[in-house]
């Protein structure tokens, strides 16, 4: 795909929000003040995603059309912002009112003085370039044409992820213990259904990412020929759409860093554990080496999982502009039965609000969390957040077959990513919005109480969104109803069944609490679907005794403890006499 270097920081200047604003008919735009609040936040997003979507051709009658000047305006007013306000100043995204063959668009187009870069399957969106002509120009043209729908800036985005400076110190996968992972994977660790990373790519010889990575069996390797014929050739192990071939590398370390917590290769003794040990990857490269992007490519990378076999796609990146491609491709996914997860953005800068994909409707926005289970200060904010999870100094996986550390909400995706694998994997009839659902109304609430901008529903906790799913069975059986204090102890059974009576597998951890007395051990695993402990008292009463399972199933019994009697010796003297 060519590639135009010459992108520029770009937004409106306020003159042409205005200019626009009152063509719309919708008045002032929300003020500072009230920005904060969730009304406020969505109606300037809306307001920034019609100045990327204006429908001059359609939409605007001819009394209202734009003054001649504002095409000029939209593509050249400067803005100090963030990065995320990229455009290929070159770059338009176009959608025709009709469908037309590859030749016919070409043809089409020309009329313009523009080029075609590449059509978007499925979506019909044009990417196409004016060469060294400015944006401003052929928008000028296009927006005066009946057959042109819609059209957009090549918008740009990049990684979420932010690279601490402090010393490399050795890492401790506090992560996945604190989301309560080893209990999860009791029940499941993953399937091999792939789960779509779309990214820098993925360092595919990495020892802890290399037999995870996805195969295309529909592919012949090296044969220089669209095998399976969709319209990739040689594409055995997923796409590289910032070069356009076959071989999706890591050159950044982003995309291997996301790939290692998602899916890394687990229990081969090397390296680092994985959320979903037997997931695999399809690594889509639509970052490149700087980790930056733009909505074309990841728009394609977005269409080709979803035609690829790939229902959960993790998108560790985002922009602050919205994109009418990007969400285009966002609904084709859903349309496909695709659970999409992105991250909130980073932000040294606070409150910032929630960027895209992540604030689009439909897709899982993941905000960041520390160790101790605060909101990470960095972590973007909104009404369109949905959960939270750990996403600072996460050990992973970089592109040169090593590990370092990450922060950002880019981490904190892949975990919500492979939790979806791991729900899925045990009930694969789910809907996307059912998985949805079962990860954010099982999350741990660790800010404010209920649902709140910085975490969302919580942060999210594997063992509950398992556990809620087996529904677990417990009983207690003790060999006697009754122990004398002291001296006897009773033996307790404790039996864990789910999903029509199958025994739990092992592993499973049983924890017990009582009232009165001892049970030794408090905390044991199960093995063959049960576990054993004893009780024991020095007090004699009525012991009520509660073994659990993760939050919220148990079962209890009471048993009773008997105090000692106490004979005393009585001697019966004989007497005689007369009782009158």
Same mark, same amino acid.
């Given at each position: 795909?060519?590639?135009?270097?010459?992108?520029?920081?770009?937004?409106?200047?306020?003159?042409?929000?205005?200019?626009?604003?009152?063509?719309?008919?919708?008045?002032?735009?929300?003020?500072?003040?009230?920005?904060?609040?969730?009304?406020?936040?969505?109606?300037?997003?809306?307001?920034?995603?019609?100045?990327?979507?204006?429908?001059?051709?359609?939409?605007?009658?001819?009394?209202?059309?734009?003054?001649?000047?504002?095409?000029?305006?939209?593509?050249?007013?400067?803005?100090?912002?963030?990065?995320?306000?990229?455009?290929?100043?070159?770059?338009?995204?176009?959608?025709?009112?009709?469908?037309?063959?590859?030749?016919?668009?070409?043809?089409?187009?020309?009329?313009?003085?523009?080029?075609?870069?590449?059509?978007?399957?499925?979506?019909?969106?044009?990417?196409?370039?004016?060469?060294?002509?400015?944006?401003?120009?052929?928008?000028?043209?296009?927006?005066?044409?009946?057959?042109?729908?819609?059209?957009?800036?090549?918008?740009?985005?990049?990684?979420?992820?932010?690279?601490?400076?402090?010393?490399?110190?050795?890492?401790?996968?506090?992560?996945?213990?604190?989301?309560?992972?080893?209990?999860? +994977?009791?029940?499941?660790?993953?399937?091999?259904?792939?789960?779509?990373?779309?990214?820098?790519?993925?360092?595919?010889?990495?020892?802890?990412?290399?037999?995870?990575? +996805?195969?295309?069996?529909?592919?012949?390797?090296?044969?220089?020929?669209?095998?399976?014929?969709?319209?990739?050739?040689?594409?055995?192990?997923?796409?590289?759409?910032?070069?356009?071939?076959?071989?999706?590398?890591?050159?950044?370390?982003?995309?291997?860093?996301?790939?290692?917590?998602?899916?890394?290769?687990?229990?081969?003794?090397?390296?680092?554990?994985?959320?979903?040990?037997?997931?695999?990857?399809?690594?889509?490269?639509?970052?490149?080496?700087?980790?930056?992007?733009?909505?074309?490519?990841?728009?394609?990378?977005?269409?080709?999982?979803?035609?690829?076999?790939?229902?959960?796609?993790?998108?560790?990146?985002?922009?602050?502009?919205?994109?009418?491609?990007?969400?285009?491709?966002?609904?084709?996914?859903?349309?496909?039965?695709?659970?999409?997860?992105?991250?909130?953005?980073?932000?040294?800068?606070?409150?910032?609000?929630?960027?895209?994909?992540?604030?689009?409707?439909?897709?899982?926005?993941?905000?960041?969390?520390?160790?101790?289970?605060?909101?990470?200060?960095?972590?973007?904010?909104?009404?369109?957040?949905?959960?939270?999870?750990?996403?600072?100094?996460?050990?992973?996986?970089?592109?040169?077959?090593?590990?370092?550390?990450?922060?950002?909400?880019?981490?904190?995706?892949?975990?919500?990513?492979?939790?979806?694998?791991?729900?899925?994997?045990?009930?694969?009839?789910?809907?996307?919005?059912?998985?949805?659902?079962?990860?954010?109304?099982?999350?741990?609430?660790?800010?404010?109480?209920?649902?709140?901008?910085?975490?969302?529903?919580?942060?999210?906790?594997?063992?509950?969104?398992?556990?809620?799913?087996?529904?677990?069975?417990?009983?207690?059986?003790?060999?006697?109803?009754?122990?004398?204090?002291?001296?006897?102890?009773?033996?307790?059974?404790?039996?864990?069944?789910?999903?029509?009576?199958?025994?739990?597998?092992?592993?499973?951890?049983?924890?017990?609490?009582?009232?009165?007395?001892?049970?030794?051990?408090?905390?044991?695993?199960?093995?063959?679907?049960?576990?054993?402990?004893?009780?024991?008292?020095?007090?004699?009463?009525?012991?009520?005794?509660?073994?659990?399972?993760?939050?919220?199933?148990?079962?209890?019994?009471?048993?009773?403890?008997?105090?000692?009697?106490?004979?005393?010796?009585?001697?019966?003297?004989?007497?005689?006499?007369?009782?009158?």
């Amino acid at each position: 795909m060519v590639k135009n270097r010459e992108c520029f920081r770009y937004r409106l200047a306020a003159v042409a929000v205005a200019v626009l604003l009152l063509c719309l008919g919708l008045g002032h735009p929300a003020s500072p003040s009230s920005a904060g609040t969730a009304r406020s936040a969505q109606r300037l997003r809306e307001h920034r995603k019609m100045l990327w979507m204006p429908r001059f051709s359609r939409d605007f009658p001819a009394q209202v059309r734009p003054p001649a000047d504002f095409f000029e305006t939209f593509f050249s007013a400067g803005w100090h912002g963030r990065r995320a306000g990229e455009i290929c100043s070159h770059e338009l995204l176009v959608r025709l009112r009709g469908e037309l063959d590859e030749s016919s668009a070409r043809n089409f187009f020309a009329r313009y003085d523009l080029n075609v870069i590449k059509r978007i399957p499925r979506i019909d969106i044009w990417l196409v370039t004016g060469s060294e002509m400015p944006s401003s120009v052929f928008g000028h043209r296009l927006g005066q044409d009946s057959d042109v729908l819609w059209f957009e800036p090549n918008g740009r985005v990049h990684t979420s992820g932010i690279i601490p400076d402090d010393n490399f110190y050795q890492a401790q996968q506090w992560n996945l213990r604190l989301i309560g992972l080893p209990e999860a +994977w009791v029940f499941t660790t993953g399937s091999a259904d792939p789960i779509a990373v779309i990214d820098t790519g993925v360092d595919l010889d990495h020892p802890d990412l290399a037999a995870k990575i +996805w195969i295309n069996a529909g592919e012949i390797p090296a044969n220089g020929q669209d095998d399976d014929g969709n319209g990739y050739v040689d594409d055995v192990h997923g796409w590289d759409f910032v070069h356009g071939d076959a071989v999706p590398q890591d050159d950044n370390s982003h995309g291997s860093h996301v790939a290692g917590i998602v899916a890394a290769h687990t229990d081969n003794a090397i390296g680092i554990a994985g959320v979903a040990w037997q997931s695999s990857i399809m690594p889509l490269k639509a970052l490149n080496s700087h980790g930056d992007g733009t909505w074309a490519d990841v728009a394609e990378a977005i269409i080709y999982a979803a035609d690829n076999g790939a229902h959960i796609l993790n998108l560790s990146l985002g922009g602050e502009e919205s994109s009418q491609t990007i969400e285009d491709a966002v609904s084709y996914a859903h349309s496909q039965g695709c659970l999409l997860m992105a991250a909130a953005g980073n932000n040294e800068f606070q409150p910032a609000p929630v960027e895209y994909p992540a604030a689009l409707p439909g897709v899982l926005a993941v905000a960041a969390t520390m160790e101790d289970d605060t909101p990470w200060s960095y972590s973007n904010r909104g009404p369109e957040i949905d959960v939270a999870a750990p996403g600072v100094d996460i050990f992973s996986a970089n592109r040169s077959g090593s590990y370092y550390l990450n922060s950002g909400t880019s981490m904190a995706v892949p975990h919500v990513s492979g939790l979806a694998a791991l729900i899925w994997s045990l009930q694969p009839t789910l809907t996307a919005d059912q998985v949805a659902h079962a990860i954010t109304s099982t999350a741990r609430d660790v800010y404010t109480p209920g649902w709140d901008q910085r975490t969302g529903w919580g942060r999210i906790d594997a063992q509950a969104a398992i556990l809620h799913l087996v529904q677990p069975r417990i009983d207690i059986v003790p060999d006697r109803p009754s122990i004398l204090v002291g001296d006897e102890s009773a033996t307790l059974t404790t039996t864990i069944t789910y999903s029509q009576s199958q025994p739990v597998p092992d592993g499973l951890t049983v924890t017990f609490i009582v009232t009165l007395g001892n049970v030794s051990p408090q905390a044991t695993a199960t093995s063959g679907g049960q576990v054993t402990t004893t009780f024991t008292s020095t007090e004699s009463g009525q012991a009520i005794i509660t073994a659990s399972v993760g939050p919220g199933f148990q079962d209890a019994l009471t048993l009773t403890v008997t105090p000692r009697c106490l004979y005393l010796p009585v001697t019966l003297d004989q007497w005689s006499g007369d009782p009158g």
